[in-house]
């Protein structure tokens, strides 16, 4: 579905992200972990087409995507929920939604919309009752649902979510966790970036561990929850000390 | 102080406020999607006005104006398109120096194509002395198309960016104009859209106005203050607080004649101008909630 190839990509001289390879299969869900400033937003923005690569190759469905804009890239059925939520704060909850429907009417699909909004209420049934307040008004959890169902909205074959955990209450991030994997079980593909590894790893089927803008590891969800590097740089958990304890 | 006098000042007040409030939600569309002062808005009235009565002369009045509009609409996209569209992440500082340039060069340009004369328009019912009696008062037939045309414009922009795709994809992009892009929306697009919307919108005012201020090659300035005073005192991107603002500065200006001179008109906005700038710069009507909610 998503094939990448030696990306380069960073800021003006900043080159953050260097020959990043990596791929994701229909029907899984892939994370992204990796600490504060590794470049995990910068690879999702590369691939969206907010930020335009350097050098290498995202190929998305059989094209590749690299030179193209963001609003085609959204055409083409990949869709990302930002960082930060980023929903339209001074427009109803409604609105954000027909919003994120935009390319269905652009394809003529304007009857999958109705049906869609219904897919959405059922899946996030907060969002139904809020239908018309503005999505400013919202707490963090349901602007995280409202800015997930934004992209869903779009129809995507592939969805990208960055931080989606971000600032919200363990409980909340439960809620998050658990539509994703519903997602996943309802066919979507999803590329998850997190920097909450552990909860990322415990749905996902494979990982990539990106560390200053390199893929350092990579492997099965489980095998990275097991994989002692892993452990200790991001689950906060160090095996070999924990032996040393018991000896 | 004479009742029907203060009838007469109200309704004067009225009526330039109501173009003021219009030239002041052409500075608004602009502002909502770009974040910029399109300082050629006035230029756009201007035009309006011109071209109108020049195709007047070729074509009955309100197929000249739907011309005059269309051709305003036309010269908005075209300024967008040759002169900001393809900019990368321009400053505010460098967008604003664009827009001054533009409207300078569109005042030239008119002063070149229709030399320094003033013409008009004529009444679009009745003529120059003739007059409706409203409860005593005497109104020019021409006021009421003015505040008439607006008001109906006010309400369908406001349909508009409410109830249509195209406006609330206007309106998504000036919340948040990469969450726009990430829906789908082209952001350029909406941009070269609210160019239109403004030269429309300007010229409509233009044309309306043009029977009763005259029209010249340079009267697009004056109005431009006018109408950024009044979208800073109704608050930057507030439409429905524009026209507010431009009926209370309309009706200021109106009865300052009683105690000043007339000469004296134009300080009042010129001082209110600076005067809100300094104490309240978010407007009369900048209500902090939204304000806060605002991203641009």
């Keep these: ?247 | 102080m004479n009742i029907e006098l203060f009838f007469q000042y109200l309704v004067a007040g009225l009526t330039y406020g109501t173009i003021y409030a219009i030239v002041a939600i052409g500075f608004n569309i602009i502002y909502n999607t770009t974040g910029i002062i399109n300082f050629a808005q006035g230029e756009f009235v201007m035009l309006g006005g011109m071209i109108a009565v020049t195709m007047n002369k070729f074509m009955p009045l309100p197929s000249a104006i739907l011309a005059a509009v269309t051709l305003t609409m036309i010269l908005g996209a075209l300024i967008e398109i040759v002169f900001i569209r393809w900019l990368v992440k321009p400053s505010v500082l460098r967008m604003i120096i664009i827009t001054i340039g533009l409207s300078i060069v569109i005042r030239e340009g008119a002063l070149h194509i229709w030399g320094e004369s003033v013409r008009a328009l004529p009444y679009f019912t009745g003529t120059e002395v003739s007059s409706i009696a409203i409860g005593g008062v005497f109104i020019s037939p021409q006021v009421l198309w003015v505040i008439g045309v607006s008001s109906i414009a006010v309400v369908a922009l406001n349909l508009f960016f409410n109830y249509t795709l195209p406006g609330r994809q206007m309106r998504a992009c000036s919340a948040n104009r990469d969450a726009a892009r990430l829906c789908g929306i082209s952001a350029k697009n909406m941009v070269t859209l609210s160019f239109v919307l403004s030269a429309g919108i300007g010229a409509l005012a233009g044309c309306v106005v043009s029977p009763i201020t005259y029209v010249q090659y340079d009267s697009g300035t004056g109005l431009a203050i006018k109408g950024f005073t009044v979208a800073i005192l109704g608050g930057l991107g507030n439409s429905m607080a524009a026209v507010a603002a431009g009926m209370m500065l309309g009706i200021l200006e109106s009865f300052s004649i009683w105690v000043m001179p007339t000469a004296y008109k134009d300080v009042i906005s010129i001082a209110i101008l600076l005067l809100i700038l300094f104490v309240r710069p978010s407007g009369l009507f900048g209500n902090k909630e939204a304000f806060s909610l605002k991203e641009f």
């Design chain 1, 1 to 247: 579905m998503l094939k990448i190839k030696n990306l380069e990509s960073g800021y003006g001289k900043l080159k953050v992200l260097k020959r990043v390879s990596m791929h994701v299969n229909p029907g899984e869900i892939v994370t992204i972990v990796g600490s504060n400033g590794a470049g995990k937003t910068t690879l999702l923005h590369s691939i969206a087409g907010l930020l335009k690569a350097r050098s290498g190759e995202i190929i998305f469905d059989g094209q590749d995507i690299l030179r193209l804009t963001t609003e085609k890239i959204v055409f083409m059925g990949c869709s990302l929920v930002p960082e930060g939520r980023q929903v339209f704060s001074t427009m109803s909850v409604k609105e954000n939604l027909l919003l994120g429907a935009y390319v269905q009417y652009r394809k003529k699909q304007k009857e999958r919309v109705r049906a869609d909004l219904e897919r959405i209420y059922d899946l996030f049934p907060i969002l139904r009752e809020r239908e018309r307040q503005l999505a400013g008004t919202l707490s963090g959890g349901e602007q995280q649902m409202l800015a997930i169902g934004r992209a869903l909205m779009a129809g995507p074959k592939l969805i990208m979510m960055d931080e989606p955990s971000m600032g919200l209450a363990p409980l909340i991030v439960k809620d998050i966790f658990h539509i994703i994997l519903k997602l996943r079980n309802e066919g979507n593909t999803v590329l998850l970036v997190e920097q909450n590894a552990k909860a990322a790893l415990s749905i996902a089927d494979r990982g990539y561990v990106l560390e200053t803008g390199r893929i350092m590891l990579q492997g099965s969800a489980e095998d990275l929850l097991s994989n002692k590097d892993v452990q200790r740089a991001y689950l906060g958990r160090d095996i070999d000390s924990e032996v040393e304890l018991k000896l």
